[in-house]
């Protein structure tokens, strides 16, 4: 990753807000109910959050309400066809549990995965977790405790709408402008290298290099040599004076990566140069003063008896705690979104991954985090261009099933069906006219629905449309018709598709371009 920006510009640019009231809420029992959408048919809507900012209140989701919004920016609400305008009630209570309420609608109500028609009760440790309400199977929105406002506090590469991620940033920002030492803790694959390329981009030192070291790689016995340099002849085949690699970060930065696997022998040097600056390479004579500013990350536990307190209480001058990906599933949405736009697979699939992939992905704990979840992303992109309908239990070699949390520890009053089974994947020459039909009408005529309802990818069903003899493209009827028979459907697109038999999506863009 290559930053252009000045430095200084850089610096004028952080917003330090880690301690303003505004910024971040007292304590646990001042969170904020949040919903934030993590799938949309819009991608542009994905991200979009809305913050229940009354305890006690209630929260009703429609196609018309709430008003879902970026920072700084005007709120809209869900608008998608598929939603109904009859609500879905969440109601907060004095022990901060929600009961969800679906809509008498004929709109499915799901919550992480599993069908709902009846009153749900969520506990307020359920909502630590994170809660995936799917609405219409074409909407995702993640149910959260917010403890920080929203706000645009961006991180070179480090992803996410939820306050784990904002109050992370806000982290990386603060510490950037200072020379102390970090210690970056997470799980593997939560970003600890991207947080720490962020912080030297910020920093006065972002025009130098970012020196970068695996600790686990070094070799026990070369492991001085490497990190603070040799004379020469100082061991067996040392030909050259070697500067080492905090020579070679002078006046830089040194990301020490998985620095719970230092070589005991290196902790002692390592804590040397922290205290005084000094250090001597392998075989010299003269110490030398290293002017490297350090940054440490670990998925280890530094606290066992294995490593170096000493060492220890030099490097946590700073430490940032980066959360694992379960415990921010409101980001699932805008990082599968950067992953995409990274992802040299995505060419005609763009960002339209089937639903129930997205919602699936939502609700894995996913161990390996980030790095997990972009793996899995490429081979579902991959099944994606063969046809196939990827499903994560394939994906992953997973059998995990959130749903099951509900039923089992939630109080319900009434039914919970569980996710409905993909469906076996067919032959387009399988599927007749009326099957398509049939398909379309089942989901008020929105491609994506049908497809899923077929076992079949989006693009094979655009192949379908295009060759069906009873469906018609948007542009090909007359305008005419088009206004006699929305005028018929007193207004509703999805009337109106159906009674043309046009995709609704296809309808509602054209009727946009076309200022209807």
Same mark, same amino acid.
């Given at each position: 990753?290559?930053?252009? &920006?000045?430095?200084?510009?850089?610096?004028? &640019?952080?917003?330090?807000? %880690?301690?303003?009231?505004?910024?971040? !809420?007292?304590?646990?029992?001042?969170? @904020? !109910?949040? @919903?934030?959408?993590?799938? $949309?048919? &819009?991608?542009?809507?994905?991200?979009?959050? =809305? *913050?229940?900012?009354? /305890?006690?209140? !209630?929260?009703?989701?429609?196609?018309?309400? /709430?008003? =879902?919004?970026?920072?700084?920016?005007? +709120?809209?609400? @869900?608008?998608? +066809? +598929? #939603?109904?305008?009859?609500?879905?009630?969440?109601?907060?209570?004095?022990?901060?549990?929600?009961?969800?309420? /679906?809509?008498?609608?004929?709109?499915?109500?799901?919550?992480? +995965?599993?069908? #709902?028609?009846?009153?749900v009760y969520l506990s307020r440790e359920q909502l630590e977790d994170g809660?995936? %309400?799917? !609405?219409?199977?074409?909407?995702? #929105?993640? %149910? $959260?405790?917010?403890r920080c406002l929203p706000k645009h506090n961006p991180a070179m590469g480090f992803i996410g709408v939820g306050s784990a991620a904002i109050l992370a940033r806000d982290q990386i920002r603060q510490v950037a402008g200072t020379e102390l030492p970090v210690l970056l803790l997470g799980e593997t694959g939560t970003g600890k290298e991207i947080a720490a390329r962020a912080i030297h981009a910020f920093s006065k030192r972002a025009d130098a290099a970012l020196v970068t070291v695996n600790m686990a790689a070094l070799n026990e016995a070369l492991a001085a040599a490497d990190l603070f340099g040799a004379a020469k002849g100082a061991y067996t085949g040392a030909q050259n004076a070697r500067k080492g690699l905090f020579g070679e970060a002078e006046g830089a930065t040194l990301f020490l990566d998985e620095i719970g696997n230092t070589p005991a022998s290196i902790q002692p040097m390592l804590l040397r140069v922290l205290e005084s600056g000094d250090y001597r390479p392998l075989g010299a004579q003269q110490d030398q003063?290293?002017?490297?500013? @350090?940054i440490a990350a670990t998925d280890q536990d530094l606290y066992s008896e294995g490593f170096n307190q000493a060492l220890l209480r030099r490097l946590e001058s700073f430490i940032i705690h980066l959360p694992p990906l379960r415990s921010r599933r409101e980001d699932m949405g805008v990082l599968l979104l950067h992953l995409l736009e990274a992802s040299k697979l995505q060419n005609d699939i763009g960002n339209n991954l089937p639903v129930a992939l997205v919602s699936e992905f939502a609700n894995y704990d996913w161990p390996g985090n980030i790095r997990q979840l972009a793996h899995v992303l490429r081979r579902a992109l991959l099944a994606l261009q063969l046809g196939e309908v990827p499903r994560l239990a394939t994906l992953a070699k997973t059998s995990q099933n959130r749903s099951a949390s509900v039923n089992e520890n939630s109080t319900i009053s009434g039914d919970s069906k569980p996710p409905m089974p993909a469906p076996p994947r067919k032959k387009l020459t399988e599927l007749s006219e009326d099957d398509v039909v049939r398909a379309m009408e089942n989901n008020d005529w929105y491609i994506q629905g049908a497809a899923q309802e077929l076992g079949i990818s989006r693009p094979s069903m655009y192949k379908l449309l295009d060759s069906h003899s009873q *469906?018609?493209?948007?542009?090909? #009827?007359t305008m005419e018709e088009i206004r006699q028979t929305l005028e018929t459907s007193a207004g509703d697109v999805e009337a109106c598709a159906a009674l043309l038999k046009t995709p609704s999506e296809a309808l509602r863009r054209y009727l946009k371009v076309m200022g209807v």
């Open positions: 990753m290559t930053y252009t &920006d000045g430095a200084e510009q850089r610096m004028n &640019d952080i917003d330090y807000t %880690l301690t303003s009231p505004l910024s971040r !809420l007292a304590d646990n029992t001042a969170a @904020l !109910l949040g @919903l934030t959408i993590v799938w $949309h048919p &819009d991608s542009q809507r994905i991200g979009e959050q =809305f *913050i229940a900012s009354n /305890p006690s209140g !209630l929260v009703e989701i429609s196609r018309f309400l /709430p008003l =879902f919004r970026h920072p700084a920016k005007e +709120g809209l609400a @869900l608008g998608y +066809g +598929g #939603i109904s305008r009859e609500a879905v009630r969440i109601a907060r209570d004095s022990v901060d549990g929600v009961l969800i309420t /679906p809509p008498a609608s004929r709109m499915v109500v799901e919550v992480n +995965g599993a069908e #709902i028609t009846e009153p809660v995936i %309400l799917g !609405l219409g199977r074409a909407v995702l #929105i993640c %149910l $959260h405790w917010m003063k290293s002017s490297a500013r @350090l *469906i018609r493209r948007a542009e090909q #009827i």
